[in-house]
């Protein structure tokens, strides 16, 4: 047996959650428990830099597999990764850290209880990610409930009960039914070992209900039209890091979900339903891009744009061609790093001026012009201006769909030129513009940390954007072969 | 006798009992002593069992009148270690409220000894006189605190309802008796063709006399008003102890004599099942006192039990087991943090009393944390395996609106849990509490909450002492 790798990856931030709970915690080593927490995620965060390294891209065979017996004849922990879910890893370590730098500023109270939070769920996030088996997978996604659920209430704005009650219950009401499902699956297949699965197939008779128990549970996850309304009040009420990792790495769970399980497990059912699936991403491309453009709070407007992302994340996944889910995972990708630095960057100011209301700025352009620059950067990247990741993803998605249903495709791509709206004038309205308020003077640019924090997402944003082929060669294979599979299941069934 | 050893446990009981009772007649101020004694006389009652029952995988007494099996084995030495910790954590609030009696103790193994009688009977008349002798017991229990109002209350109310549900269990027992001519749970089988439905009136009056012993929704009401009433310590017994004879009784009756006749009675459990889940989560939601919404989730978690027995099948039996033990882990956390909210010799017991706990006691919060959300079934705690192993045999029947109903009535009682919670970490907090608790209460929480935060890493053991369990 090899070092299991995967396995640290998911333990590693636990144990560091551990040490801080043993820690007394008081005001002099508040420093030293944000080194203890930054220490682990990095080191967690190089741990998944070397699984990129050891990684075999030539091959859509799951790597680093751990399998053990965890009840007998009943459940496997089976771990393992491949093209697809690497990155997503790589993605919820790179994220982390970058949450615990910036707690500085934003958190006051219990920091140790925060940091622990942010580590135990960054546990959880990875596990999601790596898990091979149905019901090792719903243990972790469901599990990453009860850390979020007290970051968004303890550490939330003024309506946080509320948001975080709605965030809770919304989501375990999703996925008791995947619960059924997976528990379903069991007993249809005799196994919830994923790779198997794939092998076997499901009996088409069953596919149909078993993908809505799932997309019940994704579709609140993603959020996809109509089930999206528990986003903005938990992206407007909880601090920062909580609103990063919430649109970085949660929202990724579902679109994640999406490939692995619906397209993988039910291929019959993931044909009949795409109609379904085009409709919703569409509305909510459209629909939730017109919200957008209406909000006066900067962190709902941000929240309104990621639900239109995801539509077009779940639009490239049931496109079913290779460019149209090589693009969703991009997309996915690009979406985590830009919506994490906007939140960051709304952050940044609302830290300074305890305002997240867009009318209370105006013409900060000369007061913070680091700052300005930056948010620029990240602006141009969420609407998909060439050169940044979100043009490369949701270019590829739209190739996809136009390929595959015309109609769809242009009502879609109006979707862009709405997205180009409401973020521009968004940036017009807070940066540029006359100098009204006058308490604006006393702002401040950056500081060394939130300047560091800002470019290691910036940098991620356009490199990819100029260059994807490393996101591209490593799921390519994976991606070709899950819909091999796809086909093959598809045909016997 | 050959066998006489497979009930030595019942024998040293009660042989105990009588001495501690003569001991506490003769010698004055002696109510420490007994306690004492009274623990160690439990672990040795449960060491006996195991040792000299546990291997066993049948074995028929006294004319077939008692069973003992690995199921009787396994559930009263749950009835013994439940026993053993509630007597034990409930010391300091019995001196508190100067009720710090010999009774207490006498009355605890009383009625643990009548549980242990029914949870090896294999006859009605065996099982109604293990029955009467704990629910006397019992009542005694529920007025302990004889000079509170609402103790006594308490006590006369169960006393009422409970000779009632009594009442109809004798008829349905009487009835069966009258058309099958026996009440030995093996002859009865034999006797099954002749009168399928008059048996099943029987059948009725007995689950209905079940349901009452243990609380399922339509025959709960008494449940909150006996928990809220009574002092804490036996209401934590209520919650724990009498349900895990009830179950087996449950288990026993239901396959043992009437398996062929489940088209009967499966409708009944399902019934009782989702009425118990879905009462038990909607009518939480508006409690204050916190004693009566324990009630309300104890209702539904019976419900949960109960859906596993509806199974017919082994599977079913077991993962009942396991919820049931499960749920004695995680409410004897939620009554040792109950028993700790005490300020200036008062014991506080509204939900609001929780207000910003976390704040001043960060270490019970955080324990209390856990146990909620294991209650509320969201994994990776322990209540999320109890609550997987009862869907998994419930999905194996293929009985999809039981599960699914089941599992969206989780959501709700998600919501009452999660608010105890909101009070705990998201509101101002209150005075502090005290917290020179005795070493066996701050234990007991520790323990429990351990177990619950790390069963995931272990959860085969359980499920491997608790399949030997084989009934059909």
Redesign the interface.
């Known amino acids: 047996m090899n070092f299991p790798i995967l396995s640290s990856l998911i333990l590693l931030p636990t144990i560091g959650a551990l040490f801080l709970f043993f820690t007394k915690s008081n005001r002099e080593n508040n420093i030293t428990v944000k080194y203890v927490a930054l220490f682990t995620s990095l080191v967690n965060f190089f741990l998944s830099i070397y699984l990129w390294i050891l990684f075999d891209q030539s091959t859509s065979e799951f790597q680093f597999v751990e399998d053990r017996v965890w009840i007998e004849n009943l459940i496997n922990y089976k771990v393992g990764i491949d093209g697809i879910s690497i990155l997503f890893v790589i993605l919820t370590t790179f994220i982390t850290p970058l949450c615990i730098i910036s707690v500085n500023n934003s958190v006051k109270t219990r920091l140790s209880e925060f940091l622990i939070a942010i580590l135990i769920m960054e546990s959880f996030m990875i596990g999601v990610f790596c898990s091979l088996d149905l019901v090792v997978f719903y243990l972790f996604f469901e599990a990453g409930l009860i850390p979020m659920f007290l970051i968004i209430g303890i550490w939330g704005g003024a309506r946080r009960v509320y948001s975080a009650f709605k965030f809770f219950l919304y989501t375990l009401l999703g996925s008791v039914l995947m619960l059924v499902a997976i528990i379903s699956i069991y007993w249809i297949s005799g196994t919830t070992d994923v790779v198997q699965l794939y092998e076997l197939g499901i009996d088409a008779k069953y596919q149909n209900l078993l993908w809505l128990a799932f997309f019940s549970s994704f579709a609140v996850k993603t959020p996809m039209w109509p089930v999206h309304t528990w986003l903005p009040d938990a992206h407007v009420e909880a601090p920062t890091a909580g609103s990063v990792l919430l649109a970085a790495i949660l929202l990724k769970m579902a679109g994640y979900g999406f490939i692995r399980f619906s397209l993988g497990l039910f291929p019959v059912a993931s044909e009949i339903f795409t109609p379904l699936i085009y409709t919703l991403s569409v509305i909510a491309i459209i629909f939730t891009s017109f919200i957008a453009l209406m909000q006066e709070d900067m962190k709902k407007l941000i929240a309104y744009s990621s639900v239109a992302h995801m539509g077009y994340v779940t639009l490239g996944i049931f496109t079913i061609q290779q460019q149209g889910i090589e693009g969703s995972i991009i997309q996915m990708i690009s979406h985590g790093l830009v919506s994490a630095a906007l939140f960051l960057c709304v952050g940044v100011i609302y830290d300074r001026m305890h305002s997240r209301l867009i009318n209370t700025y105006g013409g900060i352009v000369s007061i913070v012009p680091k700052y300005a620059v930056l948010f620029m950067i990240f602006t141009l990247a969420a609407l998909g201006l060439p050169g940044t990741s979100g043009f490369v993803g949701e270019f590829l998605i739209l190739m996809a769909a136009f390929k595959d249903n015309f109609l769809v495709a242009v009502i879609a791509s109006f979707g862009v030129i709405i997205g180009a709206a409401y973020m521009l004038w968004l940036y017009k309205r807070v940066i540029f513009g006359k100098l009204v308020n006058l308490d604006l003077k006393q702002m401040l640019d950056l500081n060394k940390s939130e300047m560091f924090i800002l470019s290691c997402l910036a940098a991620p944003t356009l490199i990819f954007g100029f260059y994807p082929e490393p996101i591209i060669n490593t799921i390519e294979v994976s991606i070709s072969d899950l819909i091999k599979v796809y086909n093959i299941n598809l045909i016997n069934n | 006798m050959i066998n006489i050893e497979f009930i030595f446990p019942e024998i040293f009981l009660s042989l105990s009992i009588m001495f501690l009772l003569i001991l506490g007649v003769f010698k004055k101020n002696s109510s420490k002593l007994i306690q004492n004694i009274s623990l160690i006389v439990l672990l040795i009652t449960a060491v006996i069992t195991l040792n000299e029952t546990f291997g066993t995988s049948q074995m028929f007494l006294f004319n077939n009148s008692m069973v003992i099996d690995y199921l009787s084995s396994f559930m009263k030495i749950i009835t013994l270690l439940a026993a053993f910790l509630v007597l034990v954590i409930s010391s300091n609030y019995l001196k508190t409220f100067k009720i710090f009696k010999i009774e207490y103790p006498i009355l605890i193994l009383s009625s643990v000894l009548g549980m242990m009688i029914m949870i090896s009977s294999n006859d009605l008349i065996v099982f109604y006189m293990g029955l009467e002798l704990q629910s006397l017991a019992l009542y005694v229990l529920a007025t302990f605190n004889r000079d509170q109002l609402k103790s006594s209350e308490a006590g006369l109310k169960y006393f009422v309802l409970s000779a009632l549900s009594s009442g109809l269990l004798l008829y349905g027992c009487s009835l069966i008796y009258g058309f099958t001519g026996t009440t030995n749970f093996n002859l009865i089988t034999d006797q099954l063709n002749s009168n399928e439905y008059a048996l099943t009136f029987g059948i009725v009056f007995i689950l209905v006399g079940l349901a009452f012993k243990i609380s399922a929704v339509p025959f709960h009401m008494w449940a909150p008003d006996v928990y809220e009433g009574s002092p804490t310590s036996v209401t934590l017994f209520f919650t724990m102890v009498p349900k895990i004879a009830a179950l087996t009784v449950f288990i026993r009756f239901l396959y043992v004599p009437f398996l062929n006749l489940i088209d009967q009675w499966q409708m009944i459990i399902i019934f009782l099942s989702i009425a118990s889940m879905l009462f038990g989560a909607i009518a939480a939601i508006g409690q204050t006192n916190l004693k009566r919404l324990i009630a309300y989730s104890s209702i539904g978690h019976v419900g949960y039990a109960l859906a596993g027995l509806a199974t017919g099948s082994n599977d079913g039996i077991q993962s009942s087991v396991i919820y049931i033990t499960i749920y004695i882990l995680m409410n004897l956390g939620l009554f040792s943090c109950l028993l700790m909210m005490k300020r200036d010799n008062n014991y506080y017991e509204n939900i609001d009393d929780l207000s910003g706990l976390s704040k001043n006691h960060p270490l019970l919060s955080i324990s209390l944390l856990v146990i909620l959300?294991s209650l509320a079934g969201?994994?990776?705690l322990a209540g999320?395996f109890a609550k997987?192993y009862i869907?998994?045999s419930v999905?194996?029947q293929s009985m999809?609106f039981l599960?699914?109903v089941g599992?969206?009535s989780?959501?709700v009682a998600?919501?009452y849990y999660?608010r105890i919670?909101?009070i705990m970490?998201?509101d101002k907090e209150k005075e502090k509490y005290d917290t020179d608790h005795s070493l066996w209460l701050k234990f007991s929480l520790a323990a429990s909450t351990l177990l619950i935060l790390i069963y995931?890493i272990f959860?085969?053991q359980l499920?491997?002492v608790v399949s030997r369990i084989n009934i059909i």
């Open positions: 959300f969201i994994p990776p999320f997987f869907f998994k999905l194996e999809y599960a699914i599992l969206l989780t959501v998600a919501f999660l919670i909101k970490y998201f995931f959860p085969g499920i491997e």
